[in-house]
């Protein structure tokens, strides 16, 4: 049988930067701190939401350095190594320490467009490569290509591939491979606004943005939801529905610093070609964040 420790809220961390566009470990540590202290289960380090594609090595480096310091061992990490060169992210592995990390996050490989025996091949040759354990990364809106739940299920089979982050949007798709998985593999919801309803079908945790902010609500939702509370899993998840929404209407992570910001977490700065969100989105943010502190 398969272990999976990532389960439960996981959050997908961002990388703050200072005015300068340099990285702000200042801002970085107060965060991971800030999450733990609220009820994070694991952290998950260089996904999407860090802005892993415009950091250099040195400062990829730095920042999984910076987290690892602060967590010190006191959660699971999971650590962003994907790619659309299998070879490039195998090598990337072998070359990476893992002192400190229990797992990799490996997205559908983007651009070259895969088809489903080509995206099971890659899996399974990252797998067989990886010391630590491997969860998949589905978001077709992100890479041009879906991973179908029956790859999916075939993939689930490996030894070491423990889970898969869902964000496909697709409530039939993910049903399906709730239906058909082995016992062992763990569905992780990747989006934050349907998180609760994969809960009640079967799903063990999530990979979050939300959580980078309002980490304190969304755990409760989460923990009411595994321990059976559903009427208060239902008022959290009503309560948060809006702002999850409002956090990715002008662009990820441009959402969530925006609100981290307001909250003292880190300044309002993103790198190119990402912007900060519009005027309208940041005024609403910001009110319902103000109603949100009070429902939650």
């Known amino acids: 049988m398969k272990n999976n420790i990532f389960k439960g ?9 200072k005015q300068d566009q340099s990285v702000d470990v200042e801002s970085l540590t107060r965060i991971v701190n800030h999450v733990i202290d609220h009820g994070a289960d694991f952290l998950v380090v260089l996904g999407t939401t860090s802005e892993a594609p415009t950091l250099s090595a040195d400062e990829k480096k730095l920042v999984i350095s910076t987290i690892l310091k602060t967590n010190n061992g006191r959660l699971p990490v999971m650590l962003g190594m994907g790619g659309n060169n299998t070879q490039a992210v195998i090598e990337a592995i072998k070359a990476q ?3 400190g990390i229990q797992g990799i996050l ?3 490989p983007y651009y070259n467009k895969p088809n489903q025996r080509g995206m099971k091949a890659h899996f399974e040759a990252i797998a067989d490569a990886s010391p630590v354990p491997v969860i998949v990364y589905n978001v077709p809106g992100r890479v041009g290509v879906n991973l179908q739940a029956a790859t999916c299920v075939e993939l689930a089979k490996h030894p070491n591939i423990i889970a ?4 496909s949007g697709n409530l039939q798709q993910i049903m399906e491979i709730l239906r058909d998985k082995p016992a062992d593999f763990d569905v992780l919801s990747g989006d934050d606004g349907i998180t609760q309803p994969l809960m009640a079908l079967g799903a063990q945790g999530v990979i979050s943005v939300a959580a980078n902010a309002y980490t304190q609500p969304f755990s409760r939702m989460m923990r009411a939801m595994k321990e059976g509370r559903t009427d208060e899993a239902l008022r959290l998840h009503y309560a948060m529905l809006r702002m999850n929404q409002l956090i990715f209407a002008d662009g990820n992570p441009a959402g969530i610093k925006c609100l981290m910001s307001k909250m003292g977490l880190c300044e309002n700065v993103l790198r190119l070609p990402l912007v900060c969100v519009n005027e309208k ?3 609403d943010i910001i009110e319902e964040w103000n109603k949100l502190k009070v429902e939650s």
């Open 9 to 17: 809220t996981g959050i997908a961390l961002i990388t703050p930067f």
């Open 164 to 167: 898969v982050k869902e964000a």
């Open 97 to 99: 320490d893992f002192t």
């Open 106 to 108: 490996s997205v559908v």
């Open 281 to 283: 989105v940041e005024a």
